[in-house]
């Protein structure tokens, strides 16, 4: 019904949702946007901080890194749609030049740093999807209608010009609030930025001021003399600096010379760039010993935080690539009978003595075969592995066969 009212739709309905004047994505994509900081932050030079680094590789390679596949609904469970082209699209090839974990890392990578991320449909002469696209940031516009409830328009500058698509055509991966997370946190990478570009100088310089060089007399620079010889004392300090100190510097009229140290304050320099992490941490919802913060991780914990992050951070972008590919790549129809699906257990795998004890437990439960804890564990089936036996309690040995009664009788009666 709304593909037959589009038809009918007019452009003055139409109001842009993305990369309006107002909109920080707008800045991110064509220019740092200003922080308090006076640091403009792009796109590419949030790239340039390592806490915003990894962040923003830990959650696309890792999106990129998980399996996906679409299952089919059966009377009894359900299996892999081998068959259907969207199979391969998701977890084999997205196109001929790109692979279909690579194609979700570029796209999570770029609705992490400019707010969306677009790839479009390419679809047989039946309408059958056989391709998936990237889009480059900045070449697509969202239009979403002010007066009704409709799905949104595409509006995709190509070779040829501007061409709109529904929201059939383009896959759309956008983060919380519909916002680049670097836009939002622009002021804590910002501030991150100005630390880091202040070590790198203070460092440059040694760690300090070179030098102190005093007077106790007063010059009387009303009459010129005193810049006459500050000047003198640079030229002679640069000279003796720049052959290694290898020639004295010498000082004349009541100068003395002091080097400086580092001041103890100067250690809460180091806080406040840890503390920065740890913000950045929050900014993407990752643990901070993930951003390689360790100040707080301990054995216990840091399995825990693990799974925080796959639980909080990682699930709801999953859901996202889900909902996106079902949209996409599947009919009306399709969706009540096919599902896209994540395969999460690389990232909840546990160390080899836990990983026994759990298929262990499952097998003697009956809820695994042996044979598909084998597969977990990429070893060859085995026969007789396709049955659900504890093999704790279940033993395949014959019977044993009971001995002759005796006639206790007939021995009496013989004494």
């Known amino acids: 019904m709304y593909k037959f009212f589009n038809l009918f739709r007019k452009s003055a ?17 064509f220019g740092g946007r200003p922080t308090a900081s006076g640091v403009s932050i792009t796109g590419e030079n949030a790239l340039s901080i390592p806490a915003a680094l990894q962040a923003i590789r830990l959650v696309a390679e890792n999106i990129g890194s998980l399996p996906c596949k679409l299952y089919h609904d059966l009377e009894q469970g359900k299996a892999v749609a081998k068959n259907h082209t969207a199979q391969r699209i998701v977890h084999n090839r997205a196109n001929s030049w790109t692979s279909a974990g690579q194609l979700r890392t570029d796209l999570t990578r770029d609705a992490l740093i400019y707010g969306s991320g677009f790839a479009k449909v390419v679809r047989s ?78 460092f440059a310089g040694g760690a300090k001021p070179p030098a102190v060089l005093s007077n106790a007399n007063t010059i009387p620079s009303e009459q010129g003399v005193g810049e006459k ?35 103890s304050t100067d250690a809460q320099f180091l806080e406040n760039r840890v503390f920065q992490i740890d913000d950045i941490a929050r900014i993407f919802g990752i643990p901070p010993h ?12 840091a399995e825990q935080m693990s799974a925080t992050f796959m639980q909080l951070c990682l699930r709801p972008w999953l859901d996202r690539w889900q909902d996106a590919y079902a949209t996409v790549l599947l009919t009306e129809d399709e969706q009540d009978e096919y599902s896209f ?8 795998r546990a160390d080899t003595k836990t990983r026994a004890e759990v298929f262990s437990t499952l097998v003697s439960s009956r809820v695994m075969t042996p044979n598909e804890v084998r597969a977990a564990m990429n070893m060859p089936p085995m026969e007789g592995g396709d049955e659900l036996v504890n093999p704790f309690t279940t033993s395949t040995a014959a019977p044993a066969i009971p001995a002759p009664a005796t006639d206790i009788s007939k021995d009496i009666s013989n004494d």
Do not use: C
């Not at 070779?159 to 519909?178: C, K, M, Q, S």
């Not at 993930?290 to 914990?301: G, H, I, P, V």
């Not at 699906?341 to 909840?348: H, P, R, S, T």
């Open 229 to 263: 010889v500050v000047k003198r004392l640079k030229e002679n300090y640069r000279t003796a600096q720049s052959d290694g100190f290898k020639v004295p510097l010498v000082l004349d009229d009541g100068w003395t010379y002091a080097q400086m140290a580092l001041a």
């Open 13 to 29: 309905d139409l109001e842009q949702k993305a990369h309006k004047t107002s909109d920080p994505n707008l800045h991110i994509i």
């Open 125 to 202: 002469s039946d309408g059958r999807p056989l391709e998936l696209v990237r889009l480059k940031p900045g070449t697509v516009s969202v239009f979403e209608d002010s007066l009704a409830d409709l799905p949104p328009i595409y509006r995709v500058t190509e070779a040829g010009g501007t061409v709109d698509y529904p929201h059939t055509e383009i896959l759309d991966i956008r983060p919380f609030a519909n916002k680049s997370l670097v836009s939002l946190g622009r002021e804590a990478i910002g501030l991150s930025s100005i630390l880091e570009d202040h070590a790198a100088k203070l």
């Open 341 to 348: 699906e994540f395969v999460i257990d690389d990232l909840q």
């Open 290 to 301: 993930m951003l390689f913060e360790l100040s707080r991780a301990t054995w216990s914990n």
